[in-house]
């Protein structure tokens, strides 16, 4: 197993009152698979990624949770407790690339700071080949004219593809993808995905794409996992999720998606797309019950009251979903 994550909460203190972000989300990943985190914006997606990291705000807590990376335990409540595996056990793209580019640094200083860190003894002419060479894995032209910008002198889909070079230097056990696509028009997000892709398949490690695109996990994914308000709804392979969803937030999810060949009509106006009513929980008071019910089509009276546990969907021992209804099944 890559990665194997335990009951992580997190907690955070606003003038408000606490926000409990997440609450008890566990994940595993093997090596050389990619596990899709999705769920709609608030549900806690890049709160687990930040917390893997030790990269979550000052005013965010870890109350419980633990991370077992590349055979090594990690007690998530202590601060920074990964955070010597950053740039080498792990690697992260953010949705914005330039929050893992120093603006004031060429593409080249950058991708040499990485191989430094990882073999402080090597010299500088070896680290300087194989950063031209990263980057012309990722498909980066003119890699050697590249070294020498600045990040602001490449477009968003090129400073993507650095991030990915840099990741691949890292060589990390867990890669973890926070909307890597989202600010890139439907082909660059079909290039970025194909290396992200290439990178797990060069270098083994197990991959956590978060995104809220149904469309991207059933195309690139393994497994998936839904989060909704902070808590994982419902986990299996892609394959049997998709063929039958087991919560009923998941399959709303589906339903929201608008296939590429549906038909339109010529009056904008008149074409109808799927939403799930309502609104998220407030983070600070979680309701009873089960935390989808305000929102579910086919709840009953017990879900008001019951917090469901994991229960088995169909005959897949790996495919588990938190709705009563799952019970008799």
């Not at 070896?126 to 890699?143: F, H, I, Q």
């Amino acid at each position: 197993m890559a990665i194997s994550l335990r009951n992580l909460s997190v907690d955070y203190s606003l003038s408000q009152g606490t926000a409990h972000a997440l609450r008890g989300v566990s994940l595993d990943i093997q090596k050389g698979e990619l596990l899709g985190l999705v769920g709609e914006s608030g549900s806690g997606k890049s709160t687990v990624a930040f917390a893997l990291m030790g990269l979550l705000a000052n005013n965010a807590k870890v109350t419980s949770g633990t991370a077992t990376i590349d055979g090594k335990s990690f007690d998530l409540t202590k601060r920074n407790a990964t955070a010597a595996l950053r740039g080498r056990g792990m690697a992260m793209i953010f949705q914005d690339p330039m929050l893992s580019l120093n603006p004031v640094f060429t593409i080249g200083t950058q991708l040499c700071e990485v191989l430094r860190r990882r073999a402080p003894n090597g010299d500088r002419k070896t680290r300087v080949a194989m950063a031209e060479d990263a980057l012309d894995k990722v498909k980066l032209s003119n890699p050697r004219r590249r070294m020498n910008q600045y990040p602001h002198e490449l477009s968003g889909g090129m400073r993507q593809r650095v991030v990915i070079a840099m990741a691949l230097l890292s060589e990390p056990a867990l890669l973890i993808a926070d909307e890597p696509t989202t600010a890139l028009d439907v082909t660059v997000e079909a290039q970025i995905m194909r290396e992200i892709i290439s990178l797990r398949d060069r270098i083994g490690c197990a991959v956590l794409l978060i995104t809220h695109s149904l469309g991207l996990v059933t195309e690139y994914c393994d497994k998936l996992s839904v989060l909704y308000a902070g808590e994982r709804l419902e986990s299996g392979t892609v394959r049997e999720v998709q063929r039958q969803p087991g919560h009923p937030y998941t399959r709303m999810l589906f339903d929201c998606e608008v296939p590429i060949d549906r038909e339109r009509h010529a009056d904008a106006s008149e074409n109808r797309f799927t939403v799930i009513s309502g609104d998220l929980p407030d983070p600070r008071r979680r309701p009873p019950g089960c935390i989808f019910n305000g929102r579910c089509d086919v709840s009953f009276d017990e879900c008001a009251t019951i917090n469901p546990d994991d229960y088995p969907v169909g005959n897949d021992a790996g495919h588990s979903a938190r709705c009563l209804r799952l019970r008799a099944s």
